[in-house]
């Protein structure tokens, strides 16, 4: 009985000394429960292997409301198969390369996308990357960061 107990006392302890799994981009996101949408889209886009690359990435990062707000029956269209280019569009539109903290910014600033277009930072009224305003700052992953924001940005076509 009392080998049993320092064995699971050892376990408990080793256990403990592990180092927590990594969470990636995806992962956060996955995990924050008001991405459900950003994440089937980054599914259906064969983006998910990227974002839980090296990085670092900072992605400003739809709500399943900025999603829902889109015009009836955008987002189903884009998630079709036949449409996989234009949603890699778009949402190669919200990532930047690099990790750019909150406190990385400045009122006028642009940062080119993985996409290959600029998104501009406005410090006027809150922070804003072009017209999305960032609800939430600077949530840590372990490759990147992410902004939460509360429109769904499309790129110059």
Not at 107 to 130: K, R, W
Request: charged fraction near 20%.
């Amino acid at each position: 009985m009392r080998i049993a107990k320092y064995l699971a006392a050892g376990f408990i302890a080793a256990t403990m000394s592990l180092p927590a799994k990594a969470a990636d981009i995806v992962d956060t996101a996955a995990n924050a429960g008001s991405f459900s949408t950003l994440v089937a889209a980054v599914q259906a886009a064969d983006l998910v292997d990227t974002l839980k690359g090296t990085g670092p990435f900072t992605v400003f990062a739809p709500t399943d409301e900025a999603f829902a707000a889109l015009p009836a029956g955008t987002v189903d269209d884009l998630l079709k198969p036949e449409n996989k280019d234009k949603l890699v569009t778009i949402l190669t539109y919200h990532v930047v390369p690099g990790k750019v903290m909150s406190t990385d910014l400045s009122d006028g600033m642009t940062a080119n996308t993985v996409e290959g277009s600029e998104v501009t930072v406005d410090l006027d009224n809150g922070v804003m990357i072009n017209d999305a305003k960032v609800v939430t700052a600077d949530v840590a992953a372990d490759n990147g960061v992410i902004h939460v924001i509360d429109k769904v940005m499309m790129p110059p076509m």
